[in-house]
Protein backbone atom coordinates (compact mmCIF):
# COMPACT_ATOMS: atom_id res chain seq x y z
CA UNK A 1 0.00 0.00 0.00
CA UNK A 2 1.82 3.28 -0.77
CA UNK A 3 0.18 6.84 -0.37
CA UNK A 4 -1.36 9.82 -2.44
CA UNK A 5 -1.97 13.30 -2.38
CA UNK A 6 -3.42 14.91 -5.17
CA UNK A 7 -4.75 18.66 -5.62
CA UNK A 8 -6.81 20.21 -8.51
CA UNK A 9 -5.71 24.07 -9.13
CA UNK A 10 -7.61 25.87 -6.84
CA UNK A 11 -10.51 27.72 -8.78
CA UNK A 12 -11.26 31.92 -9.13
CA UNK A 13 -13.93 33.04 -7.39
CA UNK A 14 -14.48 35.99 -9.99
CA UNK A 15 -17.32 33.90 -11.34
CA UNK A 16 -19.54 30.61 -11.40
CA UNK A 17 -17.63 26.84 -12.38
CA UNK A 18 -17.68 25.69 -15.99
CA UNK A 19 -16.50 22.63 -18.04
CA UNK A 20 -13.17 23.75 -18.39
CA UNK A 21 -12.77 23.82 -13.91
CA UNK A 22 -14.90 20.04 -14.30
CA UNK A 23 -12.25 19.22 -17.00
CA UNK A 24 -9.46 19.11 -13.94
CA UNK A 25 -11.71 18.48 -11.24
CA UNK A 26 -12.78 15.23 -12.50
CA UNK A 27 -9.57 14.28 -13.81
CA UNK A 28 -7.95 14.38 -10.21
CA UNK A 29 -11.22 12.60 -9.23
CA UNK A 30 -10.78 9.89 -11.15
CA UNK A 31 -7.00 9.58 -10.08
CA UNK A 32 -7.99 9.61 -6.11
CA UNK A 33 -10.44 6.90 -6.97
CA UNK A 34 -8.44 5.10 -8.54
CA UNK A 35 -5.40 5.57 -5.86
CA UNK A 36 -7.83 3.95 -3.30
CA UNK A 37 -9.23 1.15 -5.50
CA UNK A 38 -5.33 -0.49 -5.74
CA UNK A 39 -4.94 0.14 -1.61
CA UNK A 40 -3.13 3.27 -1.51
CA UNK A 41 -3.79 5.60 1.29
CA UNK A 42 -4.91 8.98 -0.61
CA UNK A 43 -5.96 12.55 -0.13
CA UNK A 44 -7.14 14.79 -2.44
CA UNK A 45 -7.50 18.48 -2.41
CA UNK A 46 -9.68 20.98 -4.78
CA UNK A 47 -10.97 24.59 -3.67
CA UNK A 48 -11.44 28.35 -3.98
CA UNK A 49 -8.90 31.07 -4.96
CA UNK A 50 -10.61 34.36 -2.93
CA UNK A 51 -8.21 36.85 -2.69
CA UNK A 52 -6.90 39.66 -5.55
CA UNK A 53 -8.01 42.52 -7.33
CA UNK A 54 -10.26 40.47 -10.03
CA UNK A 55 -12.25 39.13 -6.99
CA UNK A 56 -12.53 42.23 -5.85
CA UNK A 57 -13.97 43.27 -8.76
CA UNK A 58 -15.88 41.03 -9.59
CA UNK A 59 -17.67 41.57 -6.17
CA UNK A 60 -17.95 45.31 -6.48
CA UNK A 61 -19.38 44.87 -9.90
CA UNK A 62 -22.59 42.58 -8.36
CA UNK A 63 -22.74 44.78 -5.55
CA UNK A 64 -21.39 42.68 -3.20
CA UNK A 65 -18.50 42.88 -0.22
CA UNK A 66 -15.61 40.88 -2.01
CA UNK A 67 -16.58 38.64 1.45
CA UNK A 68 -20.42 37.92 0.34
CA UNK A 69 -19.12 37.48 -3.08
CA UNK A 70 -16.68 34.73 -2.54
CA UNK A 71 -19.34 32.84 0.29
CA UNK A 72 -21.64 32.69 -2.52
CA UNK A 73 -19.15 31.72 -5.42
CA UNK A 74 -17.11 29.08 -3.49
CA UNK A 75 -20.59 27.82 -2.69
CA UNK A 76 -21.43 27.22 -6.51
CA UNK A 77 -18.23 25.27 -7.07
CA UNK A 78 -19.40 22.96 -4.16
CA UNK A 79 -22.37 22.39 -5.58
CA UNK A 80 -21.13 21.36 -9.24
CA UNK A 81 -18.71 19.13 -7.50
CA UNK A 82 -21.26 17.64 -5.49
CA UNK A 83 -23.35 17.35 -8.56
CA UNK A 84 -20.07 15.58 -10.88
CA UNK A 85 -19.68 13.22 -7.60
CA UNK A 86 -16.19 14.48 -7.00
CA UNK A 87 -14.73 12.23 -3.83
CA UNK A 88 -12.47 14.95 -2.63
CA UNK A 89 -11.63 14.77 0.72
CA UNK A 90 -10.92 18.62 1.53
CA UNK A 91 -12.15 21.97 -0.06
CA UNK A 92 -10.22 24.83 0.90
CA UNK A 93 -10.83 28.39 0.81
CA UNK A 94 -8.18 30.49 0.82
CA UNK A 95 -10.38 33.26 2.80
CA UNK A 96 -9.85 30.31 6.19
CA UNK A 97 -8.07 30.92 9.15
CA UNK A 98 -5.99 28.05 8.74
CA UNK A 99 -4.77 29.59 5.38
CA UNK A 100 -4.69 32.53 6.53
CA UNK A 101 -1.52 31.28 9.17
CA UNK A 102 0.32 28.81 6.83
CA UNK A 103 0.42 31.60 4.33
CA UNK A 104 1.97 34.06 6.96
CA UNK A 105 3.87 31.12 8.59
CA UNK A 106 5.27 29.97 5.30
CA UNK A 107 6.60 33.86 3.46
CA UNK A 108 8.33 34.79 7.00
CA UNK A 109 10.31 31.82 6.93
CA UNK A 110 11.37 32.98 3.47
CA UNK A 111 11.27 35.99 4.88
CA UNK A 112 13.73 35.10 7.54
CA UNK A 113 15.82 33.13 5.01
CA UNK A 114 16.45 36.03 3.36
CA UNK A 115 15.00 35.66 0.08
CA UNK A 116 12.91 38.66 0.49
CA UNK A 117 13.37 42.36 0.23
CA UNK A 118 11.30 45.69 -0.39
CA UNK A 119 11.76 47.37 -3.55
CA UNK A 120 9.99 49.48 -6.14
CA UNK A 121 8.08 47.76 -9.38
CA UNK A 122 6.98 49.59 -12.67
CA UNK A 123 5.66 47.57 -15.41
CA UNK A 124 3.03 45.96 -16.99
CA UNK A 125 0.22 44.15 -15.69
CA UNK A 126 -3.02 42.12 -16.07
CA UNK A 127 -5.85 42.08 -13.56
CA UNK A 128 -6.97 39.10 -15.57
CA UNK A 129 -3.85 36.76 -15.04
CA UNK A 130 -3.03 38.96 -11.48
CA UNK A 131 0.84 38.75 -12.78
CA UNK A 132 3.25 41.00 -14.10
CA UNK A 133 4.06 41.20 -17.97
CA UNK A 134 7.60 42.65 -19.68
CA UNK A 135 7.66 44.08 -22.76
CA UNK A 136 8.89 41.06 -24.71
CA UNK A 137 6.45 38.86 -23.11
CA UNK A 138 3.40 41.53 -24.26
CA UNK A 139 1.78 40.93 -27.54
CA UNK A 140 1.14 44.27 -28.97
CA UNK A 141 1.00 45.69 -25.92
CA UNK A 142 -1.71 43.06 -24.39
CA UNK A 143 -1.90 40.03 -22.14
CA UNK A 144 -0.75 37.01 -24.53
CA UNK A 145 -3.53 34.52 -22.50
CA UNK A 146 -6.24 36.73 -22.29
CA UNK A 147 -5.47 39.24 -25.04
CA UNK A 148 -6.76 42.63 -23.53
CA UNK A 149 -4.96 45.42 -22.60
CA UNK A 150 -2.15 45.92 -19.89
CA UNK A 151 -2.32 48.57 -18.11
CA UNK A 152 1.49 50.03 -16.58
CA UNK A 153 1.51 49.73 -12.31
CA UNK A 154 4.24 51.68 -10.04
CA UNK A 155 4.24 50.38 -6.50
CA UNK A 156 6.40 49.55 -3.76
CA UNK A 157 6.23 46.22 -3.05
CA UNK A 158 7.96 42.92 -1.39
CA UNK A 159 9.84 41.12 -3.96
CA UNK A 160 10.70 36.89 -3.79
CA UNK A 161 14.97 36.45 -5.03
CA UNK A 162 13.58 34.21 -7.79
CA UNK A 163 17.06 34.95 -9.57
CA UNK A 164 18.74 33.35 -6.74
CA UNK A 165 17.36 29.95 -7.24
CA UNK A 166 17.86 29.49 -11.28
CA UNK A 167 20.71 26.69 -10.90
CA UNK A 168 19.11 25.07 -7.96
CA UNK A 169 16.49 24.38 -9.94
CA UNK A 170 17.90 23.08 -12.91
CA UNK A 171 19.85 20.82 -10.63
CA UNK A 172 16.37 20.15 -9.49
CA UNK A 173 14.92 19.05 -13.00
CA UNK A 174 17.85 17.06 -13.96
CA UNK A 175 17.94 15.09 -10.76
CA UNK A 176 14.19 14.78 -11.14
CA UNK A 177 13.15 14.03 -14.86
CA UNK A 178 9.66 13.07 -13.77
CA UNK A 179 8.87 16.11 -11.80
CA UNK A 180 6.81 17.97 -14.38
CA UNK A 181 4.95 15.86 -16.71
CA UNK A 182 4.57 15.25 -20.14
CA UNK A 183 7.90 15.59 -21.28
CA UNK A 184 6.49 18.79 -23.63
CA UNK A 185 5.16 20.59 -20.44
CA UNK A 186 8.87 20.21 -18.41
CA UNK A 187 10.80 21.28 -21.93
CA UNK A 188 8.43 24.51 -21.50
CA UNK A 189 9.49 25.38 -17.86
CA UNK A 190 13.39 24.77 -18.41
CA UNK A 191 13.32 26.89 -21.03
CA UNK A 192 11.33 29.75 -18.96
CA UNK A 193 14.41 28.99 -16.15
CA UNK A 194 17.30 28.77 -18.90
CA UNK A 195 16.08 32.26 -20.08
CA UNK A 196 17.38 33.77 -16.93
CA UNK A 197 14.81 34.43 -13.95
CA UNK A 198 14.18 37.77 -12.21
CA UNK A 199 12.87 38.68 -8.88
CA UNK A 200 9.26 39.28 -8.82
CA UNK A 201 6.96 40.99 -6.73
CA UNK A 202 4.90 39.13 -4.17
CA UNK A 203 2.76 42.03 -2.35
CA UNK A 204 0.58 44.68 -2.83
CA UNK A 205 -0.53 47.78 -1.49
CA UNK A 206 -2.92 49.01 -3.97
CA UNK A 207 -5.58 46.95 -2.35
CA UNK A 208 -6.80 45.26 0.59
CA UNK A 209 -8.55 41.93 -0.34
CA UNK A 210 -6.01 39.59 0.99
CA UNK A 211 -3.40 37.99 3.23
CA UNK A 212 -2.05 40.34 5.46
CA UNK A 213 1.77 40.53 5.28
CA UNK A 214 3.13 40.15 9.24
CA UNK A 215 6.06 41.70 8.90
CA UNK A 216 5.04 45.46 6.84
CA UNK A 217 1.12 45.78 7.34
CA UNK A 218 0.47 48.52 5.09
CA UNK A 219 1.25 45.62 2.35
CA UNK A 220 -1.64 42.20 1.64
CA UNK A 221 0.56 38.95 -0.26
CA UNK A 222 -0.12 39.01 -4.03
CA UNK A 223 -3.24 36.60 -4.75
CA UNK A 224 -0.59 34.15 -6.27
CA UNK A 225 2.33 33.92 -3.69
CA UNK A 226 -1.47 33.07 -1.44
CA UNK A 227 -2.87 31.02 -3.41
CA UNK A 228 0.11 28.17 -4.01
CA UNK A 229 0.10 27.41 -0.76
CA UNK A 230 -3.15 25.84 -0.19
CA UNK A 231 -1.41 22.84 -0.62
CA UNK A 232 0.62 22.90 2.37
CA UNK A 233 -2.14 24.13 3.87
CA UNK A 234 -4.45 21.46 3.92
CA UNK A 235 -2.15 19.03 5.24
CA UNK A 236 -1.35 21.51 8.34
CA UNK A 237 1.81 23.69 7.65
CA UNK A 238 2.64 25.60 10.47
CA UNK A 239 0.24 23.85 12.79
CA UNK A 240 1.24 20.15 12.48
CA UNK A 241 4.48 18.98 11.03
CA UNK A 242 3.63 15.33 11.43
CA UNK A 243 0.89 16.12 8.72
CA UNK A 244 3.45 17.56 5.92
CA UNK A 245 5.57 14.97 6.77
CA UNK A 246 2.92 12.67 6.01
CA UNK A 247 1.70 13.38 2.53
CA UNK A 248 3.77 16.68 1.17
CA UNK A 249 6.55 13.58 0.10
CA UNK A 250 3.42 11.71 -2.21
CA UNK A 251 2.46 15.31 -3.51
CA UNK A 252 0.96 15.30 -7.12
CA UNK A 253 -0.65 18.83 -8.42
CA UNK A 254 -2.38 18.63 -11.27
CA UNK A 255 -2.45 22.04 -13.34
CA UNK A 256 -3.45 23.88 -16.44
CA UNK A 257 -0.75 24.78 -18.64
CA UNK A 258 -1.60 28.05 -18.48
CA UNK A 259 0.27 28.35 -14.98
CA UNK A 260 3.09 26.18 -15.79
CA UNK A 261 5.44 29.44 -14.64
CA UNK A 262 3.46 29.64 -11.39
CA UNK A 263 3.74 25.83 -10.28
CA UNK A 264 6.93 24.57 -12.18
CA UNK A 265 9.04 27.51 -11.25
CA UNK A 266 8.13 29.99 -8.71
CA UNK A 267 6.60 27.35 -6.08
CA UNK A 268 9.53 25.02 -6.16
CA UNK A 269 11.50 27.99 -5.91
CA UNK A 270 9.64 29.05 -2.86
CA UNK A 271 9.51 25.89 -1.53
CA UNK A 272 14.03 26.11 -1.51
CA UNK A 273 13.33 29.00 -0.03
CA UNK A 274 11.60 27.71 3.05
CA UNK A 275 13.98 24.61 3.48
CA UNK A 276 11.14 22.44 2.18
CA UNK A 277 11.39 19.79 -0.69
CA UNK A 278 9.32 21.11 -3.63
CA UNK A 279 6.04 19.16 -4.77
CA UNK A 280 6.95 15.56 -5.76
CA UNK A 281 5.21 15.62 -8.96
CA UNK A 282 2.97 18.26 -11.40
CA UNK A 283 1.29 17.00 -14.15
CA UNK A 284 0.11 20.01 -16.96
CA UNK A 285 -3.08 19.27 -19.09
CA UNK A 286 -3.93 20.95 -22.19
CA UNK A 287 -7.39 23.17 -22.59
CA UNK A 288 -10.38 22.73 -23.93
CA UNK A 289 -11.42 24.60 -26.53
CA UNK A 290 -14.67 25.22 -27.89
CA UNK A 291 -13.93 26.16 -32.05
CA UNK A 292 -10.27 26.50 -30.68
CA UNK A 293 -10.79 29.32 -28.38
CA UNK A 294 -9.84 27.97 -24.82
CA UNK A 295 -13.01 27.50 -22.65
CA UNK A 296 -12.96 29.99 -19.95
CA UNK A 297 -14.45 33.44 -18.01
CA UNK A 298 -12.87 35.54 -19.76
CA UNK A 299 -13.87 34.54 -22.91
CA UNK A 300 -17.74 34.66 -21.70
CA UNK A 301 -17.87 37.44 -20.22
CA UNK A 302 -16.03 39.24 -23.66
CA UNK A 303 -19.37 37.87 -25.93
CA UNK A 304 -18.24 34.05 -26.70
CA UNK A 305 -19.93 31.10 -25.41
CA UNK A 306 -22.10 31.94 -22.36
CA UNK A 307 -20.87 30.00 -19.29
CA UNK A 308 -24.41 28.66 -18.62
CA UNK A 309 -24.49 26.96 -21.67
CA UNK A 310 -21.91 24.98 -20.55
CA UNK A 311 -22.15 24.54 -16.96
CA UNK A 312 -21.18 21.20 -15.29
CA UNK A 313 -24.79 21.01 -13.77
CA UNK A 314 -26.65 22.07 -17.43
CA UNK A 315 -24.31 19.40 -18.74
CA UNK A 316 -25.25 16.68 -16.12
CA UNK A 317 -28.79 17.45 -16.59
CA UNK A 318 -28.72 16.42 -19.92
CA UNK A 319 -26.66 13.52 -20.32
CA UNK A 320 -26.21 12.32 -16.83
CA UNK A 321 -23.28 12.81 -14.55
CA UNK A 322 -21.27 9.39 -15.35
CA UNK A 323 -21.75 10.23 -19.30
CA UNK A 324 -20.32 13.77 -18.78
CA UNK A 325 -17.20 12.29 -16.49
CA UNK A 326 -16.94 9.67 -18.96
CA UNK A 327 -16.38 11.97 -21.98
CA UNK A 328 -13.96 14.44 -20.21
CA UNK A 329 -11.94 11.25 -19.13
CA UNK A 330 -12.04 9.80 -22.35
CA UNK A 331 -12.12 12.05 -25.00
CA UNK A 332 -8.21 14.24 -24.76
CA UNK A 333 -5.29 12.50 -23.49
CA UNK A 334 -4.59 14.25 -20.15
CA UNK A 335 -1.61 16.84 -21.54
CA UNK A 336 -3.15 17.22 -24.73
CA UNK A 337 -5.89 20.19 -25.71
CA UNK A 338 -9.44 19.24 -26.91
CA UNK A 339 -11.79 20.37 -28.26
CA UNK A 340 -15.18 20.58 -26.73
CA UNK A 341 -18.80 19.95 -28.29
CA UNK A 342 -22.18 19.06 -27.05
CA UNK A 343 -22.37 16.96 -30.33
CA UNK A 344 -18.95 15.33 -28.96
CA UNK A 345 -20.72 14.12 -25.60
CA UNK A 346 -23.57 12.75 -27.80
CA UNK A 347 -21.25 10.61 -29.96
CA UNK A 348 -19.18 9.24 -26.67
CA UNK A 349 -22.99 8.68 -24.96
CA UNK A 350 -24.60 6.58 -28.40
CA UNK A 351 -21.63 4.70 -29.20
CA UNK A 352 -19.18 3.57 -25.87
CA UNK A 353 -21.44 3.89 -23.30
CA UNK A 354 -25.16 2.88 -24.97
CA UNK A 355 -24.07 0.47 -28.01
CA UNK A 356 -20.84 -0.87 -26.11
CA UNK A 357 -21.18 -1.53 -22.63
CA UNK A 358 -24.70 -0.68 -22.06
CA UNK A 359 -26.13 -3.28 -24.85
CA UNK A 360 -23.44 -5.45 -23.16
CA UNK A 361 -24.58 -5.67 -19.53
CA UNK A 362 -28.32 -6.04 -20.95
CA UNK A 363 -27.69 -8.41 -23.29
CA UNK A 364 -25.63 -10.75 -20.69
CA UNK A 365 -28.37 -10.29 -17.85
CA UNK A 366 -30.98 -11.02 -20.55
CA UNK A 367 -29.83 -14.50 -21.01
CA UNK A 368 -29.28 -15.04 -17.56
CA UNK A 369 -33.09 -14.56 -17.01
CA UNK A 370 -34.35 -16.84 -19.77
CA UNK A 371 -31.39 -19.26 -20.12
CA UNK A 372 -30.05 -19.78 -16.48
CA UNK A 373 -33.28 -19.37 -13.85
CA UNK A 374 -31.81 -15.83 -12.99
CA UNK A 375 -28.86 -16.93 -11.92
CA UNK A 376 -25.58 -16.09 -13.16
CA UNK A 377 -22.75 -19.13 -13.69
CA UNK A 378 -19.37 -18.79 -12.98
CA UNK A 379 -16.28 -18.15 -15.65
CA UNK A 380 -14.12 -20.74 -16.86
CA UNK A 381 -10.73 -20.61 -16.38
CA UNK A 382 -9.80 -21.66 -19.44
CA UNK A 383 -12.29 -18.83 -21.14
CA UNK A 384 -10.64 -17.23 -24.15
CA UNK A 385 -11.73 -13.96 -22.29
CA UNK A 386 -9.12 -14.55 -19.74
CA UNK A 387 -5.89 -12.65 -21.83
CA UNK A 388 -7.83 -9.94 -22.85
CA UNK A 389 -9.21 -9.24 -19.28
CA UNK A 390 -5.86 -9.67 -17.93
CA UNK A 391 -4.14 -7.69 -20.43
CA UNK A 392 -6.85 -4.60 -19.80
CA UNK A 393 -5.98 -4.79 -15.99
CA UNK A 394 -2.06 -4.38 -16.96
CA UNK A 395 -2.69 -1.63 -19.02
CA UNK A 396 -5.37 0.14 -16.73
CA UNK A 397 -2.31 -0.09 -14.09
CA UNK A 398 0.23 1.62 -16.21
CA UNK A 399 -2.36 4.60 -17.54
CA UNK A 400 -3.30 5.53 -14.48
CA UNK A 401 0.82 5.53 -13.21
CA UNK A 402 1.43 7.66 -15.77
CA UNK A 403 -1.58 9.92 -15.02
CA UNK A 404 -3.16 9.12 -18.50
CA UNK A 405 -7.23 7.67 -18.10
CA UNK A 406 -7.79 8.20 -21.57
CA UNK A 407 -5.54 5.40 -22.16
CA UNK A 408 -7.15 3.23 -19.03
CA UNK A 409 -10.42 4.07 -20.28
CA UNK A 410 -9.48 2.45 -24.12
CA UNK A 411 -7.79 -0.47 -22.46
CA UNK A 412 -11.25 -0.90 -20.45
CA UNK A 413 -13.47 -0.65 -23.43
CA UNK A 414 -11.16 -3.24 -25.42
CA UNK A 415 -12.22 -5.55 -23.10
CA UNK A 416 -15.78 -4.50 -23.63
CA UNK A 417 -15.18 -5.65 -26.96
CA UNK A 418 -13.18 -8.37 -26.71
CA UNK A 419 -16.15 -9.35 -24.94
CA UNK A 420 -19.34 -8.42 -27.22
CA UNK A 421 -17.58 -10.15 -29.72
CA UNK A 422 -16.83 -13.16 -27.99
CA UNK A 423 -20.99 -13.22 -27.38
CA UNK A 424 -21.60 -12.70 -31.03
CA UNK A 425 -18.95 -15.66 -31.99
CA UNK A 426 -21.09 -18.34 -29.77
CA UNK A 427 -24.67 -16.43 -29.99
CA UNK A 428 -25.46 -17.73 -26.43
CA UNK A 429 -29.23 -16.06 -27.05
CA UNK A 430 -30.08 -18.55 -30.01
CA UNK A 431 -28.52 -21.69 -27.31
CA UNK A 432 -30.53 -24.11 -25.17
CA UNK A 433 -30.21 -24.55 -21.77
CA UNK A 434 -26.99 -25.44 -20.51
CA UNK A 435 -23.48 -26.26 -19.38
CA UNK A 436 -22.22 -24.61 -23.03
CA UNK A 437 -24.76 -21.58 -22.18
CA UNK A 438 -23.68 -21.44 -18.98
CA UNK A 439 -19.95 -20.88 -19.93
CA UNK A 440 -20.38 -18.52 -22.01
CA UNK A 441 -22.40 -16.41 -20.04
CA UNK A 442 -20.03 -16.75 -17.11
CA UNK A 443 -17.17 -16.05 -18.97
CA UNK A 444 -19.05 -12.73 -19.79
CA UNK A 445 -20.23 -12.16 -16.58
CA UNK A 446 -16.74 -12.23 -15.04
CA UNK A 447 -15.61 -9.91 -17.80
CA UNK A 448 -18.11 -7.39 -16.95
CA UNK A 449 -17.23 -7.86 -13.28
CA UNK A 450 -13.85 -7.03 -13.94
CA UNK A 451 -14.57 -3.85 -16.65
CA UNK A 452 -17.26 -2.66 -13.91
CA UNK A 453 -14.14 -2.10 -11.44
CA UNK A 454 -11.71 -0.94 -13.71
CA UNK A 455 -14.52 2.11 -15.18
CA UNK A 456 -15.37 3.05 -11.52
CA UNK A 457 -12.74 5.60 -11.11
CA UNK A 458 -14.54 7.38 -14.34
CA UNK A 459 -18.74 6.17 -13.56
CA UNK A 460 -18.54 5.38 -9.50
CA UNK A 461 -22.26 5.19 -9.97
CA UNK A 462 -22.69 3.55 -13.07
CA UNK A 463 -20.24 1.02 -12.45
CA UNK A 464 -22.13 0.27 -8.79
CA UNK A 465 -25.25 -0.32 -10.62
CA UNK A 466 -23.81 -2.76 -12.97
CA UNK A 467 -22.23 -4.40 -9.83
CA UNK A 468 -25.59 -4.81 -8.42
CA UNK A 469 -27.27 -5.78 -11.46
CA UNK A 470 -24.90 -8.75 -12.20
CA UNK A 471 -25.81 -9.43 -8.22
CA UNK A 472 -22.21 -9.06 -6.39
CA UNK A 473 -23.62 -6.92 -3.22
CA UNK A 474 -20.23 -6.37 -1.89
CA UNK A 475 -18.37 -2.78 -2.96
CA UNK A 476 -16.27 -2.34 -5.88
CA UNK A 477 -12.47 -2.25 -3.93
CA UNK A 478 -13.89 -4.00 -0.37
CA UNK A 479 -11.42 -6.69 -1.47
CA UNK A 480 -7.72 -5.88 -2.02
CA UNK A 481 -6.89 -5.10 -5.59
CA UNK A 482 -4.73 -8.48 -6.57
CA UNK A 483 -7.56 -10.42 -5.37
CA UNK A 484 -10.65 -8.43 -7.45
CA UNK A 485 -8.67 -8.44 -10.44
CA UNK A 486 -7.88 -12.53 -10.52
CA UNK A 487 -9.71 -13.96 -12.89
CA UNK A 488 -12.69 -16.35 -11.57
CA UNK A 489 -13.48 -14.41 -8.55
CA UNK A 490 -17.43 -13.91 -9.89
CA UNK A 491 -19.19 -16.38 -7.36
CA UNK A 492 -21.84 -18.92 -8.78
CA UNK A 493 -25.80 -18.73 -8.00
CA UNK A 494 -25.82 -14.59 -7.88
CA UNK A 495 -29.17 -13.46 -8.75
CA UNK A 496 -28.91 -11.47 -12.14
CA UNK A 497 -31.93 -8.14 -12.75
CA UNK A 498 -31.80 -6.73 -16.20
CA UNK A 499 -33.35 -3.30 -15.24
CA UNK A 500 -33.75 -0.55 -16.94
CA UNK A 501 -31.31 0.42 -19.96
CA UNK A 502 -28.22 1.68 -18.40
CA UNK A 503 -27.80 4.35 -21.08
CA UNK A 504 -30.90 5.30 -23.17
CA UNK A 505 -29.93 6.49 -26.36
CA UNK A 506 -30.21 10.16 -27.32
CA UNK A 507 -32.27 10.39 -30.58
CA UNK A 508 -30.32 12.87 -32.78
CA UNK A 509 -32.03 15.32 -35.53
Known amino acids: MG ?21 STVNADALARWHRLIGDE ?13 VADAAAKNDHSPAEWVEQTSERFREAWRTLNISNDDFIRTTEARHHESVQKFLSTIYENGYIYKDIYQGLYCVSCEDYYTPETAVDGKCPIHARALIEMEEENWFFKLSAFEDRLLEYYEQHPGFVTPETKRNEALSFIKGGLRDI ?7 TWGVRVPWDEAHVFYVWYDALINY ?3 IGYGRDDEEVRKWWPYSNHLIGKEIIRFHCVWWPA ?15 HGWLLIGGQKLSKTM ?10 ISPIVLTNEFGVDPVRYYLLRETSLGNDGEF ?4 VTLRYNTDLANNLGNLVARVCTVVESKCGGEGPAASLDSALRPAAEKAILDNVAAWERFNPQSALEATWSLIGATNAYLEQHAPWKMEPGEEVRRVIGDALEAIRIVAMLASPAMPSVCDEIWRRIGLDETIGSATFEESTRWGQYQPARRVQKGEPLFPRIHTS
Open 3 to 23: RFYITTPIYYTNDAPHVGSAY
Open 42 to 54: TKFLTGTDEHGQK
Open 201 to 207: SITRTSI
Open 232 to 234: LTA
Open 270 to 284: MCMAARLEPPAHVHV
Open 300 to 309: AAEGGVKLTD
Open 341 to 344: SLEG
